[in-house]
Each structure stands twice: as C-alpha cells, then as structure tokens.
C-alpha cells in the first residue's frame, strides 16, 4: 500500500510506522520529527549480511555508509548487527567512536581529506583508509610514519562505468572528483608508489559508481573492471590485491513505480562475476566490501509536519504548507526527488487531489514536491513523507536560523529521542 512495509494504516485512520501512531508521535515530540524504525534498519543490515554470506561464503564485510544517516544511537545499531561502518569526515569518525563503534571496522573515504583528518583516522587505528588521489598517498604516508603507524589503505578507482542516475550523484566516469582514473594508467602508475611506501599497507581497490542506481548491470560491469585491475596488478606487480570494496548506491523504492532489484540478487550476481572473472583472469578470489548508505537508512525513515497554510491559486496549483522544508529536506531543490507523502490523520481516505507541499524558508524553490497525489490537506493536519531516512537529517541545515528537527526512533511498539530537537540557545551557541 505505501513504498515502505512498515507503515500501516490503524483503525482510528491515522498511519503508523513499526505500529507506532504517527499522529500519537507529532503529539508528543513535536513537528517536524524525523522517525526511524529501528527494527527496518536492522532487518536491511541482516538482508545484506545474509546474502554477503550466502553468496559469497561470507568472505567480505557490509559497511554501512553512515553519511546516509549518522548519529550515536544510529552508529550503535549498525555496530550490534556486526556491520562496519563508512565515514567521510572527521565528524563522521568522530560519531562513531564516541558511540563506541570499533576503530578496526571503520573506512575513511573522502576526495580532499585534512591532515587533521588523517591523523586522528591514523591514530586512531582504523580498519582503512581510502586514498583518493595522489598528493593524499603521499601525505599520508608521512603522517603514517609520524605515527610510528602502518595502516591500511585502499584506492579508490573510477572505473569508467556510467551508473544512468542523476548527474550530482554518478561518481564512476573519467570526469569525477572523486578517485583514480583507469584509463589515463593514472591508477597503475599510484599503485606502483603506494607499493612503495614504507609506511603504508596497501590491501585493495574500491570504486563507487553513484548512487540511486536500479539496474544491477552498471555494478557488474564495474565488478569485472576491478577484477582485470587486480589482474594486471599481480600480473605486473606480482602484487596480490586481497580487497575489493564495491561501494554503495543501491537504489530505493521513493514511489510505487520505482522497482529496485532485491539486495539479494545484487549479491549473487556480483559474487558470480567476481568468482567468474577471478577464475578466468587466475587472480586469487579478494575479500569483497560494500558500502550501502541510502538502502539502509531511507525505507527505514519518514518525516512529519504540520500543515499551516493552504493557497489555492485558480487554475495554477495548490499549495500546502509544512512546518519544515529544504532545511530538513533539500533534496528536492537539489535533486528533484520524488516522494510519496500522506496525510497522517486521514491516511484511509483517498488521496483525491495532486498538490504542492512547500516549505517554510524564504526561498521559492523550497518544495517537499510537486504535482503530489494528497488527501484533502488542512492547517492542523499532520503530513508523513516517507522514505526519508537517508541524505535528509544528515544534508539538513540551518537556513534561515531554523534549529533542526528531533530524531526519534521507534522499536517494538516504543518510541525514544535518539537525537533532541535543537532550541534557538543551540542556533546562537557558536556566535560571540
Ligand atoms: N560509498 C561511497 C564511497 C559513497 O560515496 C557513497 C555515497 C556511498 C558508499 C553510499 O551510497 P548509497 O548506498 O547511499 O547510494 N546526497 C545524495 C547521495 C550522495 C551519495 C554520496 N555517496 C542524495 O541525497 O541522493
């Protein structure tokens, strides 16, 4: 009935998430509130471990990609169901340590990473660091030694695969940010120099080719590039390359007619190119890594408001206000992503009209959406959009000095805070 399996409508009407009243939520934390449930992460993280050890015999770790969603408690969760962990900043790394999360399991990834950053990813002994570019091999390998440290490190390569998503999120061609280029021979030539640090253990390869992806061919294609990456290494660097890292960006359901392939059959097909191009090319089999974020985070999320104004403009739109907006979720003006969005406190009516849900800050590009299918929306009324849980709490900001949502997850018929709504004290805290 609804993108996600966890939400449901009760006999009172109202939608429910993980059999939490939504209604009953917004009444009691407030609007707008982030609402995860926690048993809809947990059940993802096992899907995407199962299938790595059924598939795979188990030879590779799940990392989730905590820029998707990062806080404490989320940290925590991935920790419990044995998953590693992705991060991206200090700040992500930072998260994660205090929520005790172990040094051993965790990656560093970044295109401009600090020297800042590298030390404290070095000392505090991380499982890997993901070396983007070539000035940051080098520098790493100083500061490495500085620390007296040897750690792991993978590159990041661009394989020169086209994932068919939105151009702010594909990562996997020549012209990228991000990572090493196969083609120009650039990622042979830093390969070469990191097998000759001293101080640096160079373990294997990643590539990440973007993000929303639905169709499995783009993550294969890039599965058998790396793979004949691995084999010249060896071949001509009789260098035995024991990792792959195939990152992330497995797409999610947003709307009805999205239809993404099961993480399930993701596995299978890539264990098999792996295995079949590791046989062919007669590469020892390297342990596999991958990095979902999003597949993780969203489906388990959904976002509350409340509606203030409507504005029924004759024979142009109608528009219904919310509480929230860009700040909370920009990925429509980024992206002009898709959501479905229902009334919380009419849920088993029929969504009779196609409105626009706009924000609250001082811009006119601040849409939830447009053109959304919608109960008949009144001030008062309580409006879930659902898939939220990724690339929105953690892409929020403080526009127009609007302090950020709470985040509250839910688990078994209970809710908690997991992380409090800011005040006005907290949006002066910093300025003097
Ligand atoms: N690994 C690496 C190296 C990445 O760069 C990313 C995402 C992931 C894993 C996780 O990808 P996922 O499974 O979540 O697709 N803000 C955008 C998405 C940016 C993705 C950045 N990198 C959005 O809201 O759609």
């Known amino acids: 009935m609804f993108v996600s399996d966890n939400l449901n409508v009760n006999d009172n009407g109202n939608l429910t998430i993980g059999g939490v009243d939504t209604t009953v ?9 982030y609402v995860f449930d926690e048993n809809k992460i947990r059940e993802s993280c ?16 799940v990392c989730y990609a905590s820029k998707a969603f990062s806080c404490m408690e989320m940290c925590r969760v991935i920790k419990d169901e044995g998953l590693g962990l992705d991060v991206v900043s200090g700040g992500e790394l930072y998260t994660a340590l205090k929520a005790g999360f172990d040094p051993a399991k965790i990656g560093f990834h970044g295109n401009n990473k600090t020297d800042e950053e590298l030390k404290y990813a070095v000392s505090s002994d991380i499982g890997h660091i993901i070396v983007d570019n070539i000035s ?17 490190i993978m590159f990041r390569i661009k394989p020169g695969i086209d994932a068919h998503t939105h151009d702010f999120v594909k990562t996997g061609q020549i012209d990228s940010k991000f990572g090493f280029a196969l083609e120009t ?3 042979f030539e830093a390969v070469k120099e990191a097998l000759s640090c001293e101080n640096l253990d160079f373990m294997g390869v990643h590539c990440h080719i973007g993000s929303q992806i639905f169709d499995i061919a783009p993550f294969e294609e ?3 590039v790396m793979v004949e990456f691995i084999a010249k290494i060896k071949n001509e660097l009789n260098h035995e390359v024991r ?10 359901k947003y709307l009805n007619e999205h239809d993404p392939a099961p993480y399930e059959t993701y596995m299978e097909r890539i264990s098999k190119v792996v295995r079949s191009a590791c046989e062919e090319l007669s590469v020892n089999q390297p342990a596999i890594l991958i990095e979902p974020g999003r597949s993780i985070a969203a489906p388990a999320g959904i976002t509350l408001y409340t509606v203030g104004a409507r504005k029924e403009i004759p024979g142009i739109r109608t528009y219904v206000s919310v509480d929230g907006g860009m700040c909370d979720n920009p990925r429509y003006i980024l992206y002009q992503s898709e959501y479905e969005a229902v009334v919380a406190n009419k849920a088993s009516q029929e969504r009779d009209e196609n409105v626009t849900i706009a924000g609250k800050c001082c811009e006119s590009g601040d849409l939830i959406g447009e053109n959304m299918p919608l109960q008949h929306a009144e001030s008062g ?8 849980g990724a690339y929105n709490y953690s892409m929020s900001s403080n526009y127009n000095r609007i302090p950020k949502p709470a985040v509250v997850f839910v688990k078994d018929g209970e809710s908690r805070i997991v992380v409090k709504r800011e005040t006005f004290e907290d949006i002066i805290r910093n300025d003097v």
């Open 136 to 152: 940051e091999l080098a520098r790493l390998e100083k500061i490495a030694g500085e620390f007296g440290k040897k750690p792991h």
């Open 243 to 252: 990792e792959l890292n195939l990152g992330g960006g497995f797409g999610i």
């Open 222 to 224: 890039a599965a058998r």
């Open 25 to 33: 939520l917004a009444e009691q934390y407030g609007t707008p509130l």
């Open 185 to 187: 021979g650039e990622a």
């Open 381 to 388: 009324d309580i409006i879930a959009v659902l898939a939220t």
């Open 46 to 61: 096992r899907r995407f471990k199962e299938s790595m050890d059924r598939c795979y015999g188990g030879n590779g770790i």
